[in-house]
């Protein structure tokens, strides 16, 4: 397996990859399209990563968002998925690791993500990565409509 941050063009692997991951991780969301996920790549604030098979398959893929505050440099995992045909055999780890270095090189000295209590594993993979749970209020505001 490989973990790499897409740098390229928006190809169809990728399109397709995200049109099969998406609804693993979120059933209220759709998948982006190929422009969304092109405004993800070319994005200064974020950089998409992507875990593929020895035969080029992609199985999963996730997304730092890194940006500068009066604090310092904040980083944020989002959207972490890996195929169900994959789970179990790293892939989360992997690019969660990756993301954690990449964090660190662009000046964050924290790492920030938030997992809903139903993804057991997941949550358990972060708390052995050294992901600590924060005391604190996680706030949404949802515009009307």
């Known amino acids: 397996m490989k973990v790499e941050i897409w740098n390229g063009a928006v190809t169809d692997e990728l399109l397709d990859a995200f049109d099969r991951l998406i609804p693993q991780l979120s059933s209220s969301n759709p998948p982006p399209s190929r422009e ?5 790549i070319s994005s200064d604030a974020t950089d998409l990563f992507v875990a593929t098979t020895d035969n080029g398959m992609i199985v999963g893929t996730s997304t730092l ?13 989002e959207d972490v998925v890996v195929d169900e045909s994959a789970r179990g055999g790293g892939v989360g780890e992997a690019l969660t690791v990756a993301m954690i270095e990449r964090a660190s090189a662009l000046g964050a000295v924290s790492v920030d993500l938030t997992s809903r209590p ?6 358990r993979l972060y708390q052995r990565l050294g992901f600590v749970r924060r005391k604190t209020n996680v706030y949404r505001y949802q515009h009307p409509g």
């Open 36 to 40: 969304q996920l092109g405004e993800i």
């Open 65 to 77: 968002a890194t940006f500068p505050v009066p604090t310092g440099v904040r980083a944020w995992i």
């Open 118 to 123: 139903s993804r057991e594993a997941a949550n």
